[in-house]
């Protein structure tokens, strides 16, 4: 089967760093990703690793590691505006075809940012 | 470039009623997925589907159904609604890039109430 596994809630204050962590537990991994939904609205990407390592994109930034089924996502600089839910997805390639598959989600973590 | 558009938004049912909710993916995407979120369950699967066909499939039973049309829209169908039903039912679309890294961008989601 599969299991992913992320922190429910986490607070930080404005203008430091938070590290959410995702732990998972897949047959035929194909990529983790990782998502913000603010309340009432749909999950927006932030960002993609398939490979070990870590990846950059401003003030936002994820890791892989496939051999130990973790991955993080850390927000720099924290602004009020980065309170939202943030999801962790992996891709379970597809059984039958070569490309694509679904994405499996954790049940997010809820980042509450304050002053 | 436009995004997912979902319609309709927002939609009251009862229960043993039918409901079709329609997904336009973004401009030159193909593939589109569907998923369903509760508050309790997080984000599930529904089902992909690439080329009018259906690559993959979640745990849901029978009375959820899809399709997609040539023109990459898609459509899908919930019959004899529960209440459970009740959710966000978000669709995804990404582009079949071939090389791993699909991206599934998601709509704003139809928001189903069962009465």
């Known amino acids: 089967g599969q299991n992913i596994d992320q922190p429910t809630e986490m607070t930080a204050t404005e203008g430091a760093i938070v590290q959410i962590n995702c732990t998972y537990q897949?047959?035929?991994?194909?990529?983790l990703f990782w998502y913000q939904q603010h309340a009432g609205e749909a999950p927006t990407f932030l960002s993609y690793?398939?490979?070990?390592g870590l990846e950059e994109k401003g003030r936002f930034s994820s890791f892989l590691s496939r051999s130990k089924g973790y991955s993080y996502l850390l927000l720099k600089e924290l602004q009020m505006k980065d309170s939202a839910s943030y999801l962790c997805?992996?891709?379970?390639?597809?059984?039958?075809?070569?490309?694509?598959?679904?994405?499996?989600f954790g049940q997010g973590t809820e980042l509450s940012v304050k002053p | 470039k436009a995004g997912v558009t979902q319609t309709p938004r927002y939609l009251i049912k009862t229960r043993g009623q039918q409901v079709t909710l329609s997904c336009s993916p973004i401009?030159?995407?193909?593939?589109v997925s569907w998923y369903q979120q509760t508050p309790g369950q997080g984000l599930q699967f529904l089902f992909e589907?690439?080329?009018?066909?259906?690559?993959n499939k979640g745990n849901f039973p029978g009375r959820f159904s899809g399709r997609q049309f040539s023109n990459s829209r898609s459509e899908m169908n919930v019959s004899t609604l529960e209440l459970g039903d009740s959710a966000l039912y978000l669709c995804?679309?990404?582009?079949?890039?071939?090389?791993?890294?699909?991206?599934?961008?998601f709509g704003p989601g139809t928001r189903l109430t069962v009465l």
């Open positions: 589907y690439f080329s009018e066909t259906q690559r």
């Open positions: 995804a679309s990404s582009s079949f890039s071939g090389d791993g890294t699909d991206t599934q961008y």
């Open positions: 997805a992996v891709r379970k390639e597809s059984e039958i075809y070569n490309q694509g598959g679904k994405l499996i």
């Open positions: 897949t047959s035929g991994f194909n990529g």
């Open positions: 690793n398939v490979l070990d």
């Open positions: 401009s030159g995407h193909r593939s």
